[in-house]
T-cell receptor, first 116, second 108 residues
Framework: QVQLVQSGSEVKKPGASVKVSCKASGYTFTSYYMHWIRQAPGQGLEWMGLINPSGGGTTYSQKLQGRVTMTRDTSTSTVYMELSSLISEDTAIYYC?????????WGQGTLITVSS | EIVLTQSPGTLSLSPGERATLSCRAS???????IAWYQQKPGQAPRLLIYGASSRAIGIPDRFSGSGSGTDYTVTISRLEPEDCAVYYC?????????FGQGTKLEIK
């Protein structure tokens, strides 16, 4: 069965960077895009961007362009999302989600807390 | 960027009743590329509907989606207590993909 398993929660200081991983299993890794979506406490969902695991091509939200980097490791079927220059407003649960257009499978979420 | 506005913000209904949740886009969503998700507290969202009206695998037929252009709806017939959740619409017709702000469904 399809599974997306994310790395654990982290606490970061403002200005730092964080890298979240999402390990995929149960399907051909390179056949489906992977998206990253975040959700601030008590808020809605915000699409951050996507990566094509086949060629590594990415598309990022204009809001986060310049601060977000998505990469993949095909040998371990893992995608990564790195967010730099963290601010308090980046405190959120970060989800990876599989799909080209809609998101049929989601990771369990990773809580990133930005606090001094 | 396409802005999605969901209504109502909160809906409170009794078991067995019918719920109608709306999603209005700020511009036409190409090819009716609208999806709906259900999110329960402490859980990741779950895909309910894609392509405006196609049910995802494992979703009961009590859930149905409709709409075109800028106006979309998900209907839950015969509400059950486990339908208590926040429901989000999402458009994938153009980048950036965007979500509505959510409708909270309460079961009395």
């Amino acid at each position: 069965q399809v599974q997306l398993v994310q790395s654990g929660s982290e606490v970061k200081k403002p200005g730092a960077s964080v890298k979240v991983s999402c390990k995929a299993s149960g399907y051909t890794f390179t056949s489906y895009y992977m998206h990253w979506i975040r959700q601030a406490p008590g808020q809605g969902l915000e699409w951050m961007g996507l990566i094509n695991p086949s060629g590594g091509g990415t598309t990022y939200s204009q809001k986060l362009q310049g601060r977000v980097t998505m990469t993949r490791d095909t040998s371990t079927s893992t995608v990564y999302m790195e967010l730099s220059s963290l601010i308090s407003e980046d405190t959120a649960i970060y989800y990876c989600a599989r799909g080209r257009l809609w998101f049929g499978y989601w990771g369990q979420g990773t809580l990133i807390t930005v606090s001094s | 960027e396409i802005v999605l506005t969901q209504s109502p913000g909160t809906l409170s209904l009794s078991p067995g009743e019918r719920a109608t949740l709306s999603c209005r886009a700020s511009q036409i969503v190409s090819s009716s590329y609208i999806a709906w998700y259900q999110q329960k507290p402490g859980q990741a969202p779950r895909l309910l509907i894609y392509g405006a009206s196609s049910r995802a695998i494992g979703i009961p037929d009590r859930f149905s989606g409709s709409g075109s252009g800028t106006d979309y709806t998900v209907t839950i017939s015969r509400l059950e207590p486990e339908d208590c959740a926040v429901y989000y619409c999402q458009q994938y017709g153009s980048s950036p993909y965007t979500f509505g702000q959510g409708t909270k469904l309460e079961i009395k």
